[in-house]
């Protein structure tokens, strides 16, 4: 996938940080097949639903997003859609691919369904993403919250260096397009326009 890899303008006020986990901790992104799912999902919901994404990461059994639902397209509408289409999705494929974990992951998505009494027969996500708000204001914390979110594969152990990992969008904040497109923040550049502004 090309990524756009604008530096976001300004007139952005607020985004949220996000945690996507998967039921029980289970590690369901293990396989470039079920991770390729949650990239296109991205990707959509960025094309498709005004969505912006300033930074994400994909571990083995959640997501983290740093993100903005634009005008028109409420946070909650754009989560409840994603996590139904993927998990429709990673269904399929479970199905299809060869995991010899298959039998073991359908019967925990679906006693966990049934303790939560869902309509649904399987339940992938766990129901609360815990949105954080952070102002365009706080670059501190936005800095931390994008330096905490690219750091996770590190912290796991997977690579010495955030570019290195292929799921998040430590690439394009090293100047190279990543998987999904993203609006990486230039935060010298939003330092400054908030002094010139006398915002800081």
Known sequence: MINKNKNQGFQEQDCSYLTFNVVDWIDVFI?????QI?????NYVVEARKFTIYA?????????LLARA??????????????????TKILEAIDIEPDLRRSWMLQRFEG????LKKIEKF??????????????KQVYKLQERVLYIHENPIRDGIVSSPEHYLYSSATDYAGKPGMVKVNVINFEALRM???KNGSA
């Open 31 to 35: 396989r470039p097949t079920y991770k």
């Open 38 to 42: 949650i990239v296109d999902a991205l």
């Open 56 to 64: 994400w990461v994909l571990m083995t059994n959640h997501l983290h």
């Open 70 to 87: 634009q005008e028109g397209s409420g946070l909650a509408m754009i989560e409840k859609e994603f996590k139904r289409y993927t998990t």
């Open 112 to 115: 966990c369904s049934l303790s």
């Open 123 to 136: 339940q992938l996500w766990q129901t609360c993403t815990n949105p954080s708000y952070i102002d365009f």
């Open 193 to 195: 326009s908030l002094l």
